[in-house]
């Protein structure tokens, strides 16, 4: 027992335990065993961490600095990201079950994000405007939102954090931010980084725990000015209705069903790799993972041949280890999931190509590369996000069906689309309803390119220059420049 590391919160500069000591367990997914304690914070935690980011905002060394020099901080942070990021990496990958060849690796491209918005931070501005009364001068300025909540999904944690607190720190708001109960001990060890890039006491603070009550209280304080959430939508659906308690500001990315589409003039080699990255990697565990495979009828047959030879090679084990490929399922309910959506999945018709069970031998929580070849895409797996390594294969007959199967989902995150047919790529990415699209590629991402979804994978976009304006709110100046009194008070001006 005494490995067990305990870990505390952040609140208003200082690390702190929950308020009535309790804890909660956070259990290795590649091994089954209980490696952390994480705070349980209470309400009464929750509401000091927001009154503590509310001083902050309205006074302190924060409140004082220039945008420069909250870049300067950005800047610092960023260093201090890429320079830890082997500790970092590590941390999320024992908690989460990620590899730690992509944990290390995004942990020191996400700085780059943080060097994104510093320099952001002094190109905020707003607008003089021509009004059509000589006597007046108008302007508009923008000014931080307030005090922002910020709660993050266990996958991508760093990098979901860095596109909330990047944008939002770079137009001088200050935030809560809460840590997935499901993988917390990533974002707490982020958070020693905070004093160190010289970013003032309250400015951010992470608290751990549950969604009641830590969440709800949280989406529901009146000194929130906005919610920015990454999750699931039956979460989102608590947000909005607390929301309804200060009618701050919400985005929501939700997820998706992302569809991988093939036609038959693409590079198959690129494909294949392409499609096998788009869902294997990190055990289908990502928003955008290429869940629903779409080939064109006349290579199908051959598609999926390869990509199951190359499913049943992958090599799955510790994620720590440098020569594994694909690492564990991070919660027992995804895996319970994925297995019961599998076996129902073959009861509605589906045909099981590869994988379909835990694999053995293992002692942590193990998926096999799957893939189901489905007759229609009304089958509940089709359009059922499943967090796993779970794909579903649709074939459609020419770029009309491809269009109609591409749309005929509920999510609209992200797409596929490989084709050597440069009028045809355009053509889909105007036709497929998704927030973001690749063409020949998938799954890139920068700090300059928004990201987000439509439908039920949420509104509102994250990363990119715009994401500073959607932190602020513009403030509407008049000036009379006349040297004449005021007329009647009756007449408007």
């Given at each position: ?19 009535d ?96 918005y ?5 190109k ?28 993050v ?40 980084l ?24 949280l ?25 309804t308690?200060?009618?701050?500001e ?7 069903k ?44 051959g ?66 590369p ?20 779970v ?38 990415v ?43 709110r ?20």
């Open positions: 027992m005494s490995d067990i590391k305990t870990y505390k919160m952040l609140i208003d500069g200082k690390w702190v335990t929950a308020s000591g309790k804890t909660f367990d956070s259990v290795n997914p590649a091994t089954g065993v209980v490696w952390s304690r994480i705070p349980e914070a209470t309400a009464d935690d929750v509401n000091r961490a927001i009154e503590a980011a509310d001083r902050a905002l309205s006074s302190g060394p924060w409140a004082k600095m220039s945008p420069t020099q909250r870049g300067h901080c950005l800047r610092r942070l960023g260093d201090l990201l890429a320079d830890k990021s082997e500790e970092l990496g590590r941390v999320e990958s024992i908690d989460t079950g990620k590899m730690f060849k992509e944990t290390r690796w995004q942990a020191k491209y996400i700085s780059e994000f943080f060097h994104f510093a320099g952001a931070a002094d905020i501005h707003g607008e003089t405007l021509p009004i059509d009364n000589p006597d007046l001068f108008f302007f508009t300025k923008r000014e931080p939102l307030g005090v922002i909540a910020a709660v999904p266990w996958n991508s944690q760093l990098f979901l954090s860095a596109v909330k607190i990047g944008p939002a720190l770079a137009a001088g708001n200050t935030i809560v931010l809460k840590a997935s109960e499901f993988a917390s001990a990533a974002m707490l060890e982020f958070g020693q905070i004093e160190a890039a010289g970013i003032p006491p309250g400015v951010v603070n992470i608290v751990t725990g549950h969604g009641d009550p830590c969440g709800r209280v989406t529901s304080h009146p000194k929130v000015a906005r919610i920015s959430f990454t999750g699931g939508p039956n979460a989102a659906r608590h947000i909005l209705t607390n929301s308690n200060n009618f701050a919400v985005s929501l990315e939700l997820g998706g992302s569809p991988f589409i093939v036609f038959d003039d693409a590079d198959i080699e690129s494909a294949v790799n392409g499609a096998v990255s788009g869902i294997f990697g990190a055990a289908g565990q990502s928003c955008v993972a290429g869940s629903r495979l779409l080939l064109h009828d006349s290579i199908a047959d598609f999926l041949e390869r990509m199951a030879g190359l499913a049943a090679n992958i090599r799955i084990g510790d994620p720590l280890a440098e020569e594994t490929e694909m690492g564990p399922i991070c919660t027992e309910g995804q895996m319970e999931n994925i297995t019961r959506e599998v076996a129902h999945a073959q009861t509605e018709g589906g045909k099981l190509i590869c994988g379909g069970h835990r694999v053995a031998g293992l002692p942590g929580r193990f998926y096999a799957t893939i189901i070849d489905c007759p229609n895409p009304d089958l509940r797996i089709v359009d059922t996000e499943l967090f796993g390594p794909v579903s294969v649709l074939r459609f007959k020419d770029e009309a069906d491809a269009v109609r199967l591409a749309n005929h989902t509920e999510h609209g995150l992200a797409a596929g689309i490989f084709t050597r047919n440069g009028a045809r790529a355009h053509r889909m105007d036709a497929v309803k998704a927030g973001i699209v690749w063409v020949n590629t998938y799954r890139a991402v920068s700090p300059i390119a928004e990201f987000g979804g439509m439908k039920n994978s949420g509104y509102g976009r994250e990363s990119g220059f715009q994401a500073v304006y959607d932190y602020t513009p403030k509407t100046v008049w000036m009379n420049t006349s040297d004449e009194p005021l007329g009647s008070q009756f007449v408007a001006r």
